[in-house]
C-alpha cells in the first residue's frame, strides 16, 4: 500500500499525518505552525524537516498539503494568504520548495477544498452530482465539487462565500463563529478571545438566553448565505463543518426550518444538509485525495 505524507496548514498549527492510497491514517500528530513570527518560509521549512525526519521510516510516495490561502494547485502557489495569520506566504511557491528539498512530488490546496474532497471521499460521501462544503469557523469558506472534481474558477478563486454581502454586512462579519462570540463578548463586556463553541454551549444549555439568542441570529444569518449558494450553484448536498458544527443536534434542525423562509420548495426539497464526519482529519485526507486526483490516480 503507497504511502503519502500530509499537511494541514492552519495560521496556528500544523497537523501532519502518514496516509495510505486508501485515505487510511497510520500516524498523526501537529506541530504549532508559529506563523507570526516565522511566516511563510518558516511553516515551508517545517514541513520539509518533518517530511524529512519521517522518510527513514516510511516509503513515501510523495506531499500532500491543505492550506490557507487563495492556492493556484496547477503550479502549488500560494497566491494570497491574509498577512495577519501568515506573513510572508502571499506569493510562496511551495510545491517548487518542498520538490526540491525532499525529491518528493508535492501537490497543494486551498484548506477547504481540500475539506470537501475528504468529506466526500471518506466522511459525508454523497453520490449527488454537484456537492458543496461550507466551514464555519473564524471565517466562512466553501468548495464546490462536481463529479468529484473540484470547481476551482477563473483564477482559483471560487468558493470565497464568506465575501459576499448579505443584510448585516459580509457573511462571514456576522455568520462565522467568531462573528457570534465577539457579538457576545462585546454585549457582555467580555474579555476578547475570552469565548468559544463550547462555551457558548453551555452557557445554552444551562438555559441562558442571551447566548440562545445569539446563536439563533447566527442560523439565520447562515441560512441566508447557504440559500444564497443554493439559489446560484444549486447543490443536492451542502455539507457544513468546522469546530462548532460538531453539534449537529442542534444545528441541523434548525437550519432546516430557517433555509425553509428563504428557499423556493423545489429548492429546498432538492438540498440535503450533512454535518462533517471527518472532523480534524479531513484536510489531511482531502489533501491526499487531490494529490491523488492530480497523479491521475
Given amino acids: 500500500m503507497k504511502q503519502y505524507i500530509c499537511f494541514d496548514v492552519g495560521g496556528t498549527g500544523i497537523g501532519y499525518g502518514i496516509i495510505e492510497e486508501n485515505g487510511n491514517i497510520i500516524k498523526k500528530g501537529s506541530m504549532n505552525s508559529e506563523a507570526r513570527t516565522l511566516g511563510g518560509k518558516g511553516i515551508v521549512d517545517k514541513m520539509v524537516a518533518k517530511t524529512k525526519s519521517l522518510m527513514p521510516d516510511y516509503k513515501l510516495e510523495g506531499v500532500a498539503i491543505s492550506t490557507h490561502g487563495m492556492i493556484d494547485s496547477k503550479n502549488g502557489i500560494v497566491m494570497h494568504a491574509d498577512d495577519h495569520l501568515i ?43 454537484l456537492v458543496s462544503m461550507i466551514t464555519v469557523g473564524t471565517g466562512i469558506g466553501a468548495c464546490l465539487i462536481q463529479d468529484g472534481q473540484l470547481i476551482t474558477g477563473e483564477c482559483m478563486c471560487a468558493g470565497e462565500i464568506g465575501k459576499i454581502m448579505i443584510p448585516g454586512g459580509r457573511f462571514e462579519d456576522v455568520a462565522s463563529t467568531y462573528a457570534m462570540t465577539s457579538g457576545l463578548e462585546k454585549r457582555l463586556g467580555l474579555e476578547t478571545d475570552s469565548l468559544n463553541g463550547k462555551m457558548v454551549f453551555e452557557r445554552i444549555e444551562a438555559g441562558d438566553q442571551v447566548y440562545i439568542d445569539a446563536v439563533d441570529k447566527m442560523i439565520d444569518k447562515l441560512a441566508i448565505g447557504l440559500s444564497t449558494l443554493a439559489y446560484i450553484y444549486n447543490p443536492g448536498i451542502i455539507i457544513l463543518g468546522g469546530g462548532i458544527m460538531a453539534r449537529e443536534d442542534y ?9 425553509a423562509k428563504y428557499l423556493t420548495p423545489l429548492i429546498l426539497n432538492n438540498t440535503e444538509l450533512r454535518f462533517a464526519k471527518l472532523k480534524n482529519d479531513a484536510g489531511m485526507v482531502g489533501a491526499l485525495r487531490n494529490f491523488l486526483n492530480k497523479m491521475g490516480e
Avoid: Q
Wanted: hydrophobic letters at 35%.
Fill in 251 to 259: 444545528f441541523k434542525p434548525r437550519l432546516e426550518v430557517a433555509l
Fill in 87 to 129: 506573513p510572508g506566504y502571499s506569493m510562496m511557491r511551495v510545491k517548487d520548495i518542498v520538490e526540491n528539498e525532499t525529491g518528493l512530488t508535492c501537490h497543494l490546496e486551498n484548506d477547504v477544498n481540500c475539506a470537501g474532497l475528504g468529506e466526500l471521499w471518506l466522511g459525508a460521501n454523497s453520490d449527488r452530482k
